[in-house]
């Protein structure tokens, strides 16, 4: 299942409550629909309200309390079943359901727990063709991303590295579909040159991540440096 997120850095929710959003969302204390996902590093931001993107400055949000076990065993949970209540996580770690959520509240203040969303399954809405774009384009790419970033059919946009600036992931409804909106993304400002690479199957897909085990092996790696 695809899921429409845009993880490149430099966009934030310019609302002053909001910690991290999503591209055409809103987050649970904004009435104001965002880009995309922030990343807390980076001290500039996009922004949309009804109108063109505008560059403003993000500050960084507070680093909160280095997560523990308890709280990547309710976050691997909580990606696996986001309606799962205080109560059925609590039996499950041992946790009263007041202590899980506490430890949720926390994590979505400190920005972990981002929003709550619903995976669909793209081929049973129409648009099922997928396709990666690698993008090389002029200088810092900010009028790329503001052109490209509004393209409902641009799911996610990685800034990498080696010869090219930026991937994009793209949903279509067909090769028509892409064909089209491949040319409409070589219209965009700054753009030298692309490279289109269409999907013809996903054998394995995870939604999110496997967080507990990242957290031992990093409080692994912290014990073996210290």
């Given amino acids: 299942m695809w899921v429409a997120r845009v993880w490149d850095p430099l966009f934030q929710c310019s609302h002053p409550t909001a ?14 629909p965002f880009m995309s996902e922030s990343n807390r590093s980076h001290t500039e931001s996009f922004r949309v309200i009804d109108g063109p993107l505008t560059l403003t400055s993000a500050k960084q949000a507070p680093a909160g309390r280095p997560l523990d076990r308890l709280d990547a065993m309710l976050l691997e949970m909580l990606q ?85 600036s930026f991937m994009l992931r793209v949903m279509a409804k067909s090769a028509a579909h892409l064909d089209e909106l491949v040319s409409r993304i070589k219209l965009a400002p700054e753009l030298i040159r692309t490279k289109t690479t269409v999907v013809l199957a996903t054998p394995f897909e995870r939604p999110g991540f496997s967080i507990p085990e990242i957290v031992s092996e990093h409080r692994r790696t912290l014990r073996s440096v210290g």
């Fill in 19 to 32: 910690q991290r959003c999503f591209r055409l969302t809103s987050c649970r204390n904004c009435p104001v």
């Fill in 80 to 164: 696996a079943d986001g309606r799962a209540t205080f109560s059925e996580m609590g039996a499950r770690v041992g946790l009263k359901p007041s202590t899980v959520h506490e430890r949720v509240k926390r994590m979505e203040a400190d920005g972990v727990i981002v929003r709550y969303a619903a995976l669909i399954d793209a081929r049973a809405v129409g648009i099922g063709f997928g396709a990666f774009l690698t993008c090389h384009v002029a200088g810092a790419g900010r009028d790329f991303l503001k052109t490209v970033s509004i393209m409902p059919e641009v799911c996610e946009v990685h800034r990498v590295t080696g010869e090219d």
